[in-house]
């Protein structure tokens, strides 16, 4: 057994936790990873407040074991809602991205835990600051949105600058990957390719059929696909999303659906409209109109398996992943060979 600072932290068997992948964390994935000794992670930007508290109490249902949730603070009023709920329902672990937590003392108070998401040193070191009991440190390897440093050098970075957990995501799929974060630093890994590449994932059978086949050269990154760099598996429908041009038509389809898939009135929509365009969100309205177009094509892949049309986030590790596995299967055989990984590293010390 390999314990850390975050199996201490957030009581976890396993330095692993899945990736809060929206869509595709339901909560039967998210309560299988903590069942097999892992943290779960349930996405719930793809919910509406009511919506996310069902599937607080269903993951509920399904685990004893300690989970959360991850929520994109950018949603505005949205966001804040959906917060509530997870205080109200003493979730035991926030996690957060794209924005600044106002929510972190409320969620101490009841003793649960906060992380903060980043793809930057500086960013980084203002969790911190502000609070925050953990952080996610995401490289450029990782599927959908990331920056363009590497998990190798920035992770060692961060590990040199801050004294809380740090979990590492982008590029991880075994054990070997795990031991080696342990050594840059990392008190665990985050995974969301290749969790969703088991048999309790909800991903559509040909996304998954065509992820195994593919190589780490596979994928795309572009900000084309939502909006923001993000990297997707390489199809060609992605190639040709990155040779085209602005999706106009496609904009206001998937805007008028992303307003009725969060069940907002026309002044909440609009709301939400300024709110991303304002100059503190760094997310033009250009970038809100490309990610409608991206949440048709993306639910497209997940939910339908259309690859002539639908585009599916997956990062490097797909050169790395050949069976689909059970959730447990796949975290026992990660700790056995990070465990062996260790000892014969050690082994090699004079």
Not at 222 to 240: C, I, N, Q, Y
């Amino acid at each position: 057994m390999i314990k850390t600072p975050f199996t201490e932290l957030f009581g976890c068997k396993h330095p692993i936790m899945l990736a809060g992948m929206n869509w595709v964390t339901t909560p039967e994935l998210v309560a299988a990873v903590c069942n097999a000794g892992a943290l779960g992670i349930f996405a719930t930007a793809r919910c509406t407040p009511d919506e996310a508290r069902q599937n607080i109490r269903k993951i509920r249902e399904l685990t004893d074991k300690p989970f959360g949730i991850n929520q994109l603070l950018i949603l505005g009023q949205v966001a804040r809602d959906v917060i509530d709920v997870a205080i109200e329902e003493k979730v035991p672990v926030i996690n957060y991205t794209l924005g600044k937590p106002w929510f972190i003392d409320q969620v101490h108070a009841y003793g649960g835990k906060v992380i903060g998401t980043t793809a930057y040193v500086k960013h980084a070191v203002k969790a911190e600051q502000l609070g925050c009991d953990a952080i996610i440190v995401t490289g450029a390897e990782a599927a959908a949105h990331g920056e363009e440093a590497t998990t190798l050098v920035m992770l060692p970075i961060i590990a040199s600058k801050v004294k809380i957990p740090i979990i590492s995501a982008g590029g991880y799929g075994s054990g070997r990957g795990l031991a080696a974060a342990l050594a840059l630093g990392a008190s665990a890994i985050s995974m969301g390719t290749r969790f969703a590449l088991t048999k309790e994932s909800m991903v559509h059978e040909n996304f998954k059929q065509l992820c195994l086949k593919a190589s780490e050269n596979d994928t795309i990154v572009s900000s084309k696909f939502d909006g923001m760099r993000g990297r997707a598996l390489k199809t060609p429908v992605t190639e040709r999303i990155v040779k085209g041009g602005f999706p106009l038509v496609e904009a206001f389809q998937g805007a008028f659906e992303t307003k009725q898939y969060l069940k907002l009135n026309w002044p909440q929509f609009i709301g939400l409209s300024f709110k991303m365009m304002s100059a503190d969100s760094e997310h033009p309205i250009w970038v809100q109109a490309r990610q409608a177009a991206g949440f048709r094509r993306h639910t497209m892949a997940i939910y339908d398996g259309n690859t002539k049309e639908g585009i599916y986030f997956a990062g490097q590790i797909l050169g790395a992943c050949d069976d689909v596995p059970s959730v447990k299967e796949l975290i026992d055989r990660i700790m056995v060979e990070a465990e062996a990984t260790i000892k014969k590293n050690n082994a090699a010390i004079a």
